[in-house]
């Protein structure tokens, strides 16, 4: 059974910085493609970072330079770094893995940035 469960949201000034995590059991992120993705209200769920099993990384175009994507593999967590916050950053985010071609949810953790 693949579980993960985010941590680290919260609620910041623009400029600010959180790291959110996600502990995965179930699937081993070293071997699986990670990434994290979030939603913000009114729109659809979009894909902020994902760390591929070769250790490839990709960005959405809006969190280059200010966010980065990495893991843990004593830990088997994903971390989302996210630095320099902007308002639009707004959004519950969620860790997602790929196992054998099957997509698997967190339960997603809420980030506000406030101007």
């Known amino acids: 059974q693949v579980q993960l469960v985010e941590s680290g949201g919260g609620s910041v000034q623009a400029g600010g910085s959180l790291r959110l995590s996600c502990a995965a059991s179930?699937?081993?992120?070293?071997?699986?493609?990670m990434g994290w993705y979030r939603q913000a209200p009114g729109k659809q769920r979009e894909s902020v970072a994902v760390i591929t099993s070769g250790s490839g990384t990709t960005y959405a175009d809006s969190v280059k330079g200010r966010f980065t994507i990495s893991r843990d593999i004593a830990k088997n967590t994903v971390y989302l770094q996210m630095n320099s916050l902007k308002p639009e950053d707004t959004a519950v985010y969620y860790c997602n893995g790929n196992r054998l071609g099957k997509n698997y949810w967190g339960q997603g953790t809420q980030v506000t940035v406030s101007s």
């Open positions: 179930g699937i081993i992120v070293a071997i699986n493609d």
